[in-house]
């Protein structure tokens, strides 16, 4: 038993040292707050947690016998290692695939836009047309403004585009501004939190309570919606700066059925965050 309880140890530790470099990484690089919750990332990185540092050391405590045959021993582990490697492999990819570029003004929302929302083509267009704000592998999260083309006709197409499934003006980098340029657009789009979409009414409500506790007034035109893949955030501006003084996380839709779910979420929409931003 004490031969199995070392192998164990040893391979919850190379495990989880492997597991925190990938997703420490990812983190600190594309998805620190607040892309790490609008994207969802968690759930992947929940699998993740559950097959290289749970699933894999588990099986080596049932495999490692101090009497079984060295090659055999290698042969087992070298499996369970293999099967952890695939599954590493695969998260790391999808995080890196879905990885946050930009934080976009588009129209009346703010809208978090991941590496897989652009298409080869979009790109080469963006090379071509307007490379200073072009997505590249190595680019970090970058908050910008993406308004439609001044061209009615350019901006017709996008809108049927959307209208039929296709590609939004958010996944358009040639069409891309900086984002002091368009910050006259977003004072136009700021409302009270009551008049905000995406939140229930009771979201509203809580997230109101929120900002009074923050010093914030939530009847000010000073809230927009932030989305994503995953929840949305309430990003809360300086009326006269349009600097960001809070994003605040909802709590979860509570039905009637459903009163006593989501609490750790409840809690966590408690806690205030900040991120910086461009200044202007």
Same mark, same amino acid.
């Given at each position: ?13 190379? =495990? ?22 609008? @994207?969802? @990332? ?38 369970? @290692? ?11 990819? =999808? ?88 910050l006259p657009s977003l004072r136009k789009q700021l409302k009270p939190v009551k008049s905000v979409g995406y939140f229930s009414p009771g979201q509203k409500q809580a997230l109101s309570e929120r900002m009074r506790a923050l010093g914030l ?52 929409a408690l806690v205030p965050h900040k991120v910086a931003i461009p200044k202007h």
């Amino acid at each position: 038993m004490r031969f199995r309880l070392r192998a164990f140890g040893w391979h919850v530790l190379a =495990s989880a040292s492997v597991l925190t470099l990938v997703l420490g990484s990812l983190y600190f690089g594309w998805y620190r707050w607040p892309g790490w919750y609008i @994207a969802d @990332a968690g759930s992947i990185a929940l699998m993740l947690i559950g097959v290289d540092v749970t699933l894999g050391p588990l099986l080596t405590l049932i495999v490692a016998r101090s009497t079984k045959p060295r090659a055999e021993l290698v042969r087992d582990i070298g499996i369970i @290692a293999s099967v952890q490697i695939c599954a590493l492999a695969y998260g790391a990819v =999808s995080l890196w695939s879905g990885r946050p570029l930009y934080y976009a003004f588009s129209q009346n929302v703010l809208q978090l836009v991941q590496a897989s929302d652009f298409s080869t083509h979009e790109l080469q267009l963006a090379r071509q047309q307007h490379d200073a704000l072009r997505p590249h592998w190595y680019s970090l999260p970058r908050w910008i403004w993406a308004p439609l083309p001044a061209d009615p006709e350019e901006a017709g197409k996008i809108m049927m585009s959307v209208l039929h499934g296709g590609d939004d003006v958010i996944a358009m980098p040639r069409y891309f501004k900086q984002w002091p340029q368009g910050l006259p657009s977003l004072r136009k789009q700021l409302k009270p939190v009551k008049s905000v979409g995406y939140f229930s009414p009771g979201q509203k409500q809580a997230l109101s309570e929120r900002m009074r506790a923050l010093g914030l007034d939530p009847t000010q035109d000073n809230a927009i919606p932030l989305t994503g893949r995953g929840p949305s955030v309430l990003v809360v501006f300086d009326p006269a700066t349009l600097e960001v003084r809070r994003m605040l996380v909802s709590p979860p839709f509570r039905s009637s059925h459903s009163q006593h779910l989501g609490v750790p979420r409840f809690l966590q929409a408690l806690v205030p965050h900040k991120v910086a931003i461009p200044k202007h």
